[in-house]
């Protein structure tokens, strides 16, 4: 089962389009991980000698180690790449919040960097292989929809954004200490189960949104600013929350059986993705919690 983000679900920590397996991590002294446990082993023989990604003199029963080799993704090559990408979101934001003031205008060109930036997600979900100029491009744009956003939010909730920070930073934390400590396991029956609830959510989501574009639902119908719309909210945040237990889970296999470095641009652009919807489901939240005080 892979990941339910588009990065990963598309191309993500697989080979040849196939499944990356949620198995157990390899015992030291076990046997050997089979193609099956390995989303890098090809099909046949011994799967360490057959895997490209795998370490020079890994003997069959061995348990897979982290790459040492130059040309293998490390933790560190994400983390400089997930920072290179969140910087450059949080760049655009800040321009666009101190260049461009609450207007019809800003509006528009906000809804406009939304598209493009959901067209670059698109396209770099879509290829086989990471281009850095799509995913910086993307995380240059969906930065400008968010600084005017989030300064539209602050200007009728002062503070607002501040505190979605704060909550996205908590959820993240919160997520990857319960995914390091082993409360969470993601299986692939996790996967199913989650993924199928993000889907039917988006689903609806989406028929909420025409309901509310045809005046159906003037006040907003699932995504009001009363009880409903902050239960949706919460839901909304928890799905976020399984994204990232997914992601974290598809960057440890990929260090883990040796992943190209390239696929480190993958992993950030998949974080980033994860993050933003975390953010604007967290800042619409505290609106309307501010709201009703």
């Known amino acids: 089962m892979r990941s339910s983000n588009p990065v990963f679900s598309r191309r993500g920590f697989s080979r040849d389009n196939g499944y990356a397996g949620f198995n157990a991590a390899p015992q ?54 997930s920072a290179m990408t969140l910087g450059t979101v949080v760049v655009g934001a800040v321009l666009a919040w101190a260049l461009l003031p609450v207007s019809s205008t800003s509006y528009g060109l906000a809804i406009g960097s939304g598209l493009v930036a959901f067209v670059l997600a698109m396209v770099q979900s879509f290829k086989r292989a990471a281009t850095p100029a799509l995913i910086i491009g993307y995380a240059a744009f969906e930065g400008v929809f968010l600084g005017v956003i989030s300064e539209m939010y602050n200007s009728v909730w002062h503070g607002a954004p501040f505190q979605a920070v704060l909550g996205t930073m908590a959820v993240t934390g919160a997520t990857l200490l319960v995914y390091k400590a082993g409360w969470i396991r993601v299986t692939a029956r996790y996967a199913r189960i989650g993924l199928t609830i993000a889907i039917a959510f988006v689903a609806v989501m989406a028929v909420n949104l025409l309901l509310v574009v045809f005046g159906v639902a003037p006040d907003g119908g699932l995504r009001s600013s009363g009880p409903l719309g902050a239960i949706v909210g919460i839901l909304a945040i928890l ?55």
């Open 28 to 81: 030291a002294g076990g046997p050997a991980v089979g193609t099956q446990g390995n989303p890098y082993a090809q099909q046949g023989g011994n799967p360490y000698a057959q895997n490209p990604y795998a370490q020079q003199g890994l003997q069959q029963g061995a348990p897979p180690q982290a790459p040492v080799t130059t040309g293998r993704m490390t933790m560190d090559d994400v983390v400089m790449r």
């Open 239 to 293: 799905i976020g929350a399984f994204f990232l237990t997914l992601d974290f889970k598809q960057i440890e296999d990929g260090i883990t059986y040796g992943a190209p470095k390239e696929e480190a641009w993958l992993a950030a652009f998949g974080l980033t993705m994860t993050l933003v919807w975390i953010y604007v489901e967290m800042l619409r939240l505290v609106a309307i919690f501010s709201g009703r005080d």
